[in-house]
């Protein structure tokens, strides 16, 4: 491998420094709040500097959350591999996302505002790592009905509604202050509902 | 594109006209200012309605509305605080008509507990299917940091969840939903697919038929889970 060049690494260096400052300005503003400006000021550089690495604030944005997306389906599957049977496997897989994103639920909050924009909205939930987390899902069917756990109707449907409602939760810790043990409550019963259908054992 | 910083400070510029005139109102001409007060309101609504409908609700700045409604960016703010608190109004002018159909139907559907929330979901959707974004708009205001309390976004409106409780009760009394089933955690499952579902709609340009299709499958996919066993 080549070594990276000094204007390279340079580079490099900018653009993890305006990350984790537009990372702290979404975080304490909401998407709409923070500005190119206000995250220049806060990374200590010009907004040309910004613009030099990033199209836009949604590029920014979205480049914040395919890392972060990307950490979280490695915890997914970390989580699902010491899963015993499709529903408890499921349930940690969607407690290490929710354990995840504890700490972080303004962004969260900020990801959803984005995701349902018709303008930013579709970019951000195909991007590579939501796919990951789809498949993910539909891998666990997938082998429940291998072992014959589960029967293989409208298995693709209950992987998004299974995704689905593991991001419905969500507002229950951004507004209603659930704790990740409520949310994984709540997760069981989603998980067994949306299930039902398809149980043979 | 308007950060909260804007908002805040045209919210401060919209203070002024706001201020009381030394007129009290009694002895002006009946309800003159109340008219013109309502005509302004109106004509906010409708523009505002247009502007989440075709550019969401963040591509939609109090400033744009006050321009199409033609009236000062002040005269928006005596009448509504924030962005959300207009787009809840929006919302409710249009459900009002949407409930008042439900209110009118529910009682004469017949069938079991899964047609009657098919038909319900339908009846939603041949009434927002050509407003998809303005629905998308209503939700993503949800989380909208300068969302006052006053503001009800998709989801803190009871009267969706209300009619799908009815529906399970109705059900749970008829036999076929498990009456050991957690009505709310079903309630949230059905409004979260509901909301999914508008999402194909606006990023698809999908119509009331294919929109009520993929509900079907999803409801009866739920409704798998609270039959009684």
Do not use: C
């Not at chain 1, 349930?91 to 996302?97: D, I, P, S, T």
């Not at chain 1, 984005?114 to 939501?130: E, I, T």
């Not at chain 2, 159909?101 to 299917?129: C, K, N, W």
């Amino acid at each position: 491998m080549k070594a990276p060049t000094r204007r390279a690494l340079a580079k490099q260096q900018t653009r993890v420094k305006v990350l984790s400052a537009a990372r702290r300005l979404f975080s304490e503003a909401g998407y709409e709040g923070a500005t190119i400006r206000d995250i220049a000021a806060a990374a200590g550089m010009s907004t040309g500097a910004v613009f030099a690495n990033f199209s836009d604030k949604s590029d920014l944005f979205r480049e914040i959350m395919i890392t972060d997306m990307g950490d979280l389906a490695d915890a997914m599957r970390e989580a699902a591999s010491y899963g015993k049977g499709v529903e408890d496997t499921l349930l940690r897989m969607f407690a290490a996302g929710y354990n995840f994103y504890k700490t972080q639920l303004p962004l969260a909050r900020a990801a959803f505002s984005v995701g349902w924009s018709p303008q930013d909205g579709p970019a951000l939930r195909s991007a590579a790592p939501v796919q990951v987390l789809n498949a993910l899902i539909i891998e666990q069917l997938t082998g429940a009905v291998e072992r014959g756990e589960l029967g293989p109707e409208d298995l693709a449907l209950r992987a998004s509604m299974l995704f689905e409602a593991y991001l419905s939760n969500y507002p229950q810790a951004i507004f209603e202050g659930w704790t990740v043990e409520a949310l994984q409550d709540r997760s069981r019963d989603q998980i067994r509902i949306l299930l039902a259908g398809a149980r043979r054992r | 594109m308007t950060s909260a910083r804007d908002l805040s400070s045209t919210d401060e510029l919209g203070g002024a006209p706001a201020a009381p005139s030394s007129a009290p109102l009694a002895d002006g001409p009946p309800g003159a200012r109340q008219t013109q007060k309502e005509a302004t309101r109106n004509r906010v609504i409708a523009a505002a309605r247009n502007l989440f409908d075709t550019q969401g609700y963040e591509g939609t700045t109090i400033r744009e509305i006050a321009r199409q409604a033609g009236v000062s960016v002040g005269s928006v703010f005596t009448t509504f605080a924030s962005k959300g608190e207009i787009l809840s109004q929006v919302m409710q002018d249009r459900l009002d008509g949407l409930y008042a159909e439900l209110d009118r139907v529910m009682p004469h559907l017949r069938g079991d507990t899964l047609d009657r929330l098919r038909t319900m979901f339908a009846i939603h959707f041949a009434f927002e299917a050509r407003h998809t974004r303005l629905f998308l708009a209503h939700i993503a205001a949800a989380y909208d940091w300068t969302l006052s309390s006053s503001a009800t976004p998709m989801g803190r409106n009871q009267r969706l969840q209300g009619i799908i409780g009815e529906i399970l009760a109705k059900g749970v009394a008829a036999g076929d939903v498990d009456p050991a089933v957690d009505f709310q955690e079903t309630v949230d499952l059905l409004m979260a697919a509901y909301a999914w579902v508008y999402r194909l709609a606006a990023w698809n340009n999908a119509d009331a038929p294919t929109l009520t299709a993929v509900m079907d499958r999803q409801i009866g996919l739920i409704a798998e889970g609270f039959a009684p066993r």
